[in-house]
């Protein structure tokens, strides 16, 4: 798996755990293979595993309405899922799931690597600030190695939330603040060696 293409090809033939009996097409991801931004959420629903693409129900159209209000689309950012395939009746994903898709996602990081990732709801971020919970953190950008885990809450949550929508928007506003951070930062470094960036720099999103 040592393409995103190779990657794809071997969830769609993956059997590695029980959900590959009830779906109907496994969900890889989609997206720019270049992009600075990972979208991850939790899992196909019913539209999602009808066409072997991610977020293309409801929830993909707020998220899409969420991109456009920082000026991208979904062909800007790569778009992924915690579990490749549709949990039945939308339940959520068992722990041998998600252990089982694990090494798809972890690919798909390493070969993307972004600079920010965005977890969309609880499983997303659990999978990695597992302490953390997203009523406390959303909207935080908090370091994670060499990049940054940006927690936001899953846009089905605003679906039956409706005052969460204005919270996912406020948010994902921060987003392209946060990629002008790291750019001044990275520029920073190629220059001349500086002190590691302030945690005050990061409360200011």
């Known amino acids: 798996m040592d393409t995103i293409k190779a990657l794809e090809q071997a969830v769609a033939v993956c059997t590695d755990c029980r959900l590959?009996?009830?779906?109907?097409?496994?969900?890889?991801?989609?997206?720019?293979?270049?992009?600075?931004?990972?979208?991850?959420?939790?899992?196909?629903?019913?539209?999602?595993?009808?066409?072997?693409?991610?977020?293309?129900?409801?929830?993909?159209?707020?998220?899409?309405?969420?991109?456009?209000?920082?000026?991208?689309?979904?062909?800007?950012?790569?778009?992924?899922?915690?579990?490749?395939?549709?949990?039945?009746?939308?339940?959520?994903?068992?722990?041998?799931?998600?252990?089982?898709?694990?090494?798809?996602?972890?690919?798909?990081?390493?070969?993307?690597?972004?600079?920010?990732?965005?977890?969309?709801?609880?499983?997303?971020?659990?999978?990695?600030?597992?302490?953390?919970?997203?009523?406390k953190v959303h909207g935080q950008p908090r370091l994670w190695g060499h990049r940054y885990i940006f927690p936001m809450y899953h846009p089905a949550a605003a679906l039956h939330q409706g005052n969460l929508r204005h919270v996912l928007e406020e948010d994902m506003r921060k987003l392209p603040v946060l990629l002008q951070l790291i750019q001044t930062e990275s520029l920073a470094e190629e220059n001349v060696a500086e002190e590691p960036p302030q945690p005050e720099q990061l409360t200011m999103l």
């Open 20 to 135: 590959c009996e009830t779906r109907t097409f496994s969900v890889p991801g989609e997206g720019s293979e270049t992009s600075d931004i990972l979208f991850i959420g939790e899992g196909p629903g019913f539209h999602e595993d009808q066409q072997g693409r991610p977020f293309v129900g409801p929830s993909g159209k707020l998220l899409d309405d969420l991109l456009g209000l920082i000026g991208l689309s979904r062909p800007d950012v790569y778009i992924a899922n915690v579990v490749k395939c549709r949990p039945p009746n939308n339940r959520d994903p068992l722990p041998e799931e998600i252990k089982a898709c694990r090494k798809y996602l972890d690919q798909q990081i390493r070969l993307i690597d972004p600079k920010v990732i965005v977890t969309l709801g609880r499983f997303s971020l659990i999978r990695f600030l597992p302490q953390e919970t997203i009523s």
